[in-house]
């Protein structure tokens, strides 16, 4: 079955750090893989996706990795801020709309 | 636009009630989704659709029911809760499936105890 997982469940930054996620992934058939952040309280919400036959693709202050050979799917955040504290959450699309993995807490330190 | 709206946002249940959480869209999106989100954890699939009267399980659907009568509304129905079902519960909707990948946008959510 499908399964998508973290390697690290919380990460402290410092304000105006790069922060890096990482997430890997099971299922080589995956053709989408994406990133969504849920702030406390509040539903998910989109941030970048990447499609299976990339490996790097970039948007407003972050960039998503893909490397197919290790399953493993990152998030790049540059300049952290206050603002990006917040569970993230990697998901990616296959025989089902989407898998989620548990997400990793990113916590930004003033 | 409202987006994606869900109620009721809380909600406590006895063992062996029964209720329904709503959920509406005004973005005209095909697709439709549910999820539960257990403390700490991803968010699981429990059923989505992809256009009036069509609906499918997901992952977890279990103890759930759905209909898709309108392209807005995609009410989830709960028989018989169990403290199992005890979570946050996402309606999300997007556009299409399609082969590209289409933003799913989320509601706010619904917080329900059963005791």
Redesign the interface.
């Known amino acids: 079955g499908e399964s998508v997982g973290l390697h690290l469940p919380t990460l402290s930054v410092q304000e105006g750090d790069n922060s890096i996620i990482n997430c890997a992934y099971s299922n080589s058939a995956s053709d989408y893989f994406i990133w969504y952040k849920q702030e406390s309280g509040k539903g998910p919400q989109f941030i970048i996706d990447i499609r299976s036959n990339m490996d790097k693709r970039q948007g407003q202050r972050v960039t998503v990795l893909l490397n197919k050979t290790v399953k493993h799917l990152s998030l790049q955040i540059a300049a952290t801020q206050p603002g990006d504290s917040a569970v993230y959450f990697c998901a990616e699309r296959g025989n089902t709309p989407l898998v989620f993995g548990k997400g990793t807490r990113l916590s930004v330190i003033a | 636009n409202a987006g ?1 709206t869900q109620t009721p946002k809380f909600r406590i249940l006895k063992i062996g009630q029964s209720m329904t959480l709503q959920c509406a869209q005004d973005m005209n999106h095909n ?1 439709m ?1 549910w ?1 539960r989100q257990d403390p ?6 429990i059923y ?1 659709s992809v256009g009036a009267g069509i609906t499918d399980k ?2 977890v659907p279990n103890g759930y029911n759905v209909s898709r009568s309108t392209t807005e509304d995609f009410p989830l129905r709960l028989e018989l809760a169990a403290p199992s079902q005890t979570s946050v519960y ?1 309606c ?1 909707s997007s556009y299409s ?1 399609g082969v ?2 289409n ?7 619904t917080r329900l105890t059963v005791l």
């Open positions: 994606v697709y989704y999820y700490g954890m991803g968010l699981k699939l989505y997901g992952e996402f999300a499936a590209a990948y933003e799913q946008f989320f509601g706010p959510g």
